[in-house]
């Protein structure tokens, strides 16, 4: 019976009055224009006026009530780039009763998730600021599941890679201009509007120059099941059969990612060879003119090292087994350390890459485009006296997004990759060559507390203490196998600001270093896996000498 529900047609005349009676109704989640996820019930959208309405009934919602500051600056991001001027939500209000002057709306069944798509052309910017956050927001509400329609805004044509934005759902996303064939008032019957922000790593430079996120919420756990779910839907399989799996895993090789238009590598082939002899696998090259992305994924999920000049094509990084390494080549006068989109990204807790960057240290190996456009680093349009600083700079000092002539300038100019100086910088980071088999997933299961802390002091003279500190294991530790288990404990003396901290083997301990007599401490006990999987302290301990 319910299955009959959900495949009814919508019946028009029901849908109707349920938007004339109960109108909009809106609840979101988010203290912050720059947190909030909205849904709504008959939340429309006016073509004519490109705005969405928020239709007020006597049983109509809005929560947040925010009265004017909905507009101060807006009630919510569309896309997942933080507090971005141009990507900002709101909508018109209206009576309910202003519908009946109003042309007959159209109603979409499908449950929406409405949002901007930042800039659709650049694969960096697809994986980064749409596909992972509108993968991770469809499972944060169930009913943004494989059917749910998604809308994109953003006011962009389908762009370069609309074939993944399909793989989210079975419905073909809508774009903003197509919005208008469904005539001049529509209605989505459920809908939900923004953007989980939860798993973006990096800021663009808007506001500060750009680099890492300030505090990331995001492991490689989930970017891999992410990409895990993308090659099912593309039918790449990570892990073949048993015997398939071992001649693969023989069969290791790099990939060099090449861009064709610009910010060439010139000496290709030559770099190509040095890769195979020094690493002794095969070496083969990929390029998004040359090979559909399905393609390059697969290629791409079997590597032992992806080697590519800076550029949006090293996201597909993501793809990486677990293990491999990413070698990362700058332009003359770039320096890496200011461009981390994709070393951050290969060192996520759990993403389980290597990282190298590379920098072209000699001018004379690179070949840059002044007549160019400005927007592929042209500066002939720039006053001559910029035009020369530019030329004589040796590094390009830190800017703000986007059209910074000078970063422009060095980024896109091609580079003959010195291959000595190459090899070196791998030889010193990739210690261990690369190995796929050993690289399983480490555990990160966290102590719990440890349980039933306890103290014990003795006074054996005025000027000698002992203390006793003793605890039970964590309660899920007899259900784990951990490789070490340790213990930390923290001893204060009441009153000043500086403790002792210990790591100690065993469940007790007795300390008679520094212990003063007739004196309290407080004593904090926690329990860690692994040297680096911290549980909680228990509660504090009073321990009076
Ligand atoms: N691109 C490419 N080959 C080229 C130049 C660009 O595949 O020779 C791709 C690039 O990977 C990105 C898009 O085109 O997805 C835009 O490239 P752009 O240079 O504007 O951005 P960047 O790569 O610096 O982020």
Redo the contacts with the bound molecule.
Sequence with gaps: QSQELSQARIDYHAALLALQEHGTRMVCTGKMHTDRICRFDYLCYCAEAEEFVFFHSNSSFMLPNLGPRRFQPALLDLSSVEDHNTQYFNFLELPAAALKFMPKPVFIPDVTLILNRFNP??????FHDDLLPIFYTMRQYSDLDDEARLVFMEGWGEG??FDLYRLLSSKQPLLKEQLRKFGKLMCFTKSYVGLSKMTTWYQYGFVQPQGPKANILVSGNEIRQFASSLMEKLNINTQGGGEESAAEEKDEYIVVF???????ILNEAELILALAQEFQMRAVTV???EQTFPSIVKVISGASMLVSM????LVSSLFLPRGAVVVELFPYAVNPEQYTPYKTLASLPGMDLQYVAWRNMVEENSVAYPERPW?QGGIAHLEKEEQEHILASKEVPRHLCCRNPEWLYR??QDTIVDIPSLLEALRETVKTRPNLKKAKPASTVHPGRVREPQCQTSVRATNEAKLTVSWQIPWNLKYLKVREVKYEVWIQEQGENTYMPYILPHQNYTFSENIKPFTTYLVWVRCIFNKNLLGPFADVLMCRT
């Design positions: 052309d650049n694969l960096m910017h697809v370069a890679h090449s861009r064709s238009i610009n910010r060439l390029s998004l003119e800076h550029g949006a094509q927007e980024i896109y």
